[in-house]
């Protein structure tokens, strides 16, 4: 998991404008072969809509190949209807860039047949090779797309009932009154969305914040549907200082301090790969030259789970890139997580233990591993 935490909603909505960017630049899309990208609506991702708007108008992206899938779709309010999710992505973002209506999708909530809908949603997603990144945002009770609280982590593209907590949260569209949210909505499954080859999940603000502890410090939940982003080869998830309100201070610094090593260690991208990369990009050399000299390369594990790995999974090259001096982590370490000194005994020692440890007249190694036979006993 890639967490991305920045100090404020315009810092991380520009970060993932500028992620997207990147990525359907690197992808180099054609019209036999477009970048696939999926979205989402809300609040969350309303400024990265805005900034990739600006964006295109100053040239730095075309939408000309890209085809979006959404994410989901009230039952039974007009397509034209001031607050469907169709009137949403063409107000904010689709009107304002060079995408083909041919290659916009959106579920269609009065569909006749909901269920064939559905069906024919997912097959779509299948013909144009699945999704090469799914954008998405989070609900106040931690759900993705409309995958509510108790969502089979397996689903697919099907009918959904909403939670009390989403109607409430959403009734400030609906002029504040929960009476006129629907009740229903279409939404892309987990699975869906944990099938696309990369995830970014924008996660703004102190309402999120029990969502992002949930997700981010506790296991796999069907309770809290975006934990199942744990389960996906490359997700990563941006939020703002507000939204890690409930994670402890140790977990923020954890991941702070990840991501500054990395980028001082020349890793700031690390996951341009074939399988997301597109047909004009030639195969990735076993060298890659950095300022100047040739590196050698890492090929790192291949994913297998996503069902929508169709192109040639050759391996994701990530570059070693000259060094500059590495920041030290923080001293932390996951065993302080854990109450019982017993336990953290059984690791090993930080430096500072070690020498107090081998030169200490009570604390010698063997007298180590006596307390540790002694607790396993
Ligand atoms: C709705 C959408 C979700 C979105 C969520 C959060 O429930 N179906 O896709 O993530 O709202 O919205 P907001 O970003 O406005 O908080």
Redesign the pocket.
């Known amino acids: 998991m890639r967490f991305i935490i920045k100090d404020n909603q315009d810092e991380a909505s520009s970060y993932a404008a500028s992620y997207i960017i990147k990525r359907i630049t690197q992808f180099s899309p054609t019209q036999q072969h477009p970048f696939v990208l999926g979205l989402?609506?809300?609040?969350?991702?309303l400024d990265v809509y805005r900034i990739l708007v600006e964006r295109y108008k100053a040239g730095e992206v075309s939408f000309e190949n890209v085809v979006t899938f959404n994410?989901?779709e009230y039952i039974n309010i007009p397509q034209d209807h001031e607050d469907s999710y169709h009137s949403f992505m063409w107000k904010n973002l689709f009107s304002h860039v060079n995408i083909s209506p041919r290659n916009v999708n959106i579920l269609d909530g009065n569909a006749p047949d909901l269920e064939a809908e559905c069906i024919a949603y997912e097959a779509k997603i299948k013909a144009v090779g699945g999704i090469d990144l799914f954008l998405?945002?989070?609900?106040?009770d931690g759900?993705?797309?409309?995958n509510e609280p108790g969502s089979s982590l397996a689903s697919r593209t099907r009918v959904k009932t909403l939670a009390y907590d989403?109607i409430l949260?959403?009734s400030r569209f609906f002029g504040d009154n929960p009476g006129l949210v629907p009740k229903m909505?279409l939404?892309v499954g987990v699975q869906t969305v944990l099938g696309a080859r990369e995830v970014v999940v924008?996660v703004?603000g102190a309402?999120?914040a029990l969502a992002l502890q949930r997700c981010i410090e506790q296991g796999v939940n069907h309770l809290w549907t975006l934990s199942a982003l744990q389960l996906h080869p490359h997700p990563m998830i941006i939020c703002d200082e507000d939204a890690t309100l409930e994670l402890k201070v140790k977990t923020v610094k954890y991941f702070k301090d990840i991501e500054r090593v990395a980028r001082a260690e020349g890793f700031d991208q690390i996951l341009p790969s074939k399988i997301r990369t597109g047909p004009s990009v030639k195969p990735a050399p076993a060298t890659v030259v950095v300022n100047g000299a040739h590196s050698p390369t890492i090929t790192s594990p291949q994913s297998t789970h996503s069902h929508h790995l169709l192109r040639p999974s050759a391996g994701i090259e990530y570059p070693i890139r000259s060094r500059s001096p590495s920041p030290d982590f923080t001293n932390d370490r996951m065993s302080s997580r854990i109450g019982d000194p017993a336990l953290t005994r059984r690791l090993t020692p930080t430096p500072g233990q070690q020498s107090r440890q081998i030169s200490g007249p009570s604390m010698s190694l063997r007298a180590l591993a006596a307390g540790v036979s002694a607790v396993s006993a």
Request: net charge neutral; no cysteine; charged share 15%.
């Open positions: 989402p609506t809300g609040s969350s991702p994410m989901d998405a945002g989070v609900g106040e759900h993705i797309a409309f989403t949260a959403n909505a939404t924008m703004l309402r999120k």
